[in-house]
């Protein structure tokens, strides 16, 4: 069983930023593919960014050159580095992680974590 717990969320003005983190236990951590999703109210919840186990990293493209996904396996933690924050970023953001196939779909990660709350004021 692993479960992503999530922190660093809050509120922000836009133009701002935040570090979401997610550790996740799991012996074989450095294996695992993890993502990061949000969904806004009354919204999908949408495919913000994923790192492969080797470090791979996809974004979608409302957060290209504003978001960093990184981990560090040492520490079996994914961080989401938030730069330049627009009140449309305003979402609960979920970790996800291991499953196999598309990295940009959230049924295909078996794992979630309970979500924290970034909301960005404008």
């Known amino acids: 069983q692993v479960q992503p717990v999530e922190s660093g969320g809050g509120l922000v003005q836009a133009g701002g930023s935040l570090r979401l983190s997610c550790a996740a236990s799991?012996?074989?951590?450095?294996?695992?593919?993890m993502g990061w999703f949000r969904q806004a109210p009354g919204k999908e919840r949408e495919f913000v960014a994923a790192i492969s186990w080797s470090g791979m990293q996809y974004y979608a493209d409302s957060v290209k050159g504003r978001f960093t996904i990184s981990r560090d396996n040492a520490k079996n933690t994914v961080y989401l580095q938030m730069n330049s924050l627009k009140p449309e970023d305003t979402a609960v953001y979920y970790c996800?992680?291991?499953?196999?196939?598309?990295?940009?779909?959230?049924?295909?990660?078996?794992?979630w974590g309970q979500g924290t709350q970034v909301t960005v004021s404008s």
């Open positions: 799991g012996r074989t951590f450095s294996s695992y593919r």
């Open positions: 996800a992680t291991k499953g196999r196939g598309s990295v940009f779909l959230g049924e295909e990660y078996e794992y």
